[in-house]
């Protein structure tokens, strides 16, 4: 577990540098018709990492997390991310990330088996919910990266 811990920062770094290279025009594009535009997936991404951060760290000081899960076209909407600049957008990712991946670096060993339940879900160790977060940013990050070759 600890190894997911270690690749954490570095697993940042690389998606990181994949959404820079998206073209703004490109993600104002709809990842399918009526659905998120690919300012909107990384706003929710934005979202996830705000909702994670407070698990992360309510599990490794409290040795355990219980709270909501959220609404996330509720969140998207309310936050407008559709009339926001790229740039702008991507720098908030960055600036959120960049903190979450300081936290899960200053996370205890001892704290990885923590038990977390995210809304009605079974419970899960902090480890995973890192592990998840990772494959959840993979997922949208390859969403977003498919924009830039769809034809205007």
Same mark, same amino acid.
């Not at 355990?64 to 936050?79: F, K, S, T």
């Given at each position: 577990?600890?190894?997911?811990?270690?690749?954490?920062?570095?697993?940042?770094?690389?998606?990181?540098?994949?959404?820079?290279?998206?073209?703004?025009?490109?993600?104002?594009?709809?990842? $399918?018709?009526?659905?998120?535009?690919?300012?909107? *997936?990384?706003?929710?991404?934005?979202? +996830?990492? &705000?909702?994670?951060?407070? #698990?992360?760290?309510?599990?490794?000081?409290?040795?355990?997390?219980?709270?909501?899960?959220?609404?996330?076209?509720?969140?998207?909407?309310?936050?407008?991310?559709?009339?926001?600049?790229?740039?702008?957008?991507?720098?908030?990712? $960055?600036?959120?990330?960049?903190?979450?991946?300081? *936290?899960?670096?200053?996370?205890?060993? +001892?704290? &990885?088996?923590?038990?977390? #339940?995210?809304?009605?879900?079974?419970?899960?160790?902090?480890?995973?919910?890192?592990?998840?977060?990772?494959?959840?940013?993979?997922?949208?990050?390859?969403?977003?990266?498919?924009?830039?070759?769809?034809?205007?």
């Amino acid at each position: 577990m600890q190894n997911a811990v270690a690749e954490f920062a570095i697993q940042i770094a690389a998606f990181e540098s994949r959404l820079a290279r998206v073209e703004a025009h490109a993600a104002e594009r709809e990842i $399918r018709p009526g659905g998120w535009c690919g300012k909107e *997936v990384l706003g929710h991404l934005i979202d +996830s990492a &705000l909702n994670n951060h407070q #698990r992360f760290v309510r599990a490794a000081l409290d040795g355990e997390y219980a709270g909501p899960a959220y609404d996330q076209p509720a969140w998207v909407a309310l936050h407008g991310y559709r009339e926001l600049p790229w740039d702008e957008l991507l720098n908030q990712w $960055r600036k959120q990330n960049g903190l979450l991946a300081r *936290v899960v670096r200053r996370i205890p060993e +001892s704290r &990885l088996d923590a038990p977390c #339940r995210v809304g009605g879900g079974e419970p899960v160790t902090l480890a995973f919910l890192i592990g998840d977060y990772l494959r959840h940013l993979a997922h949208h990050v390859e969403q977003i990266e498919t924009l830039d070759v769809i034809p205007r």
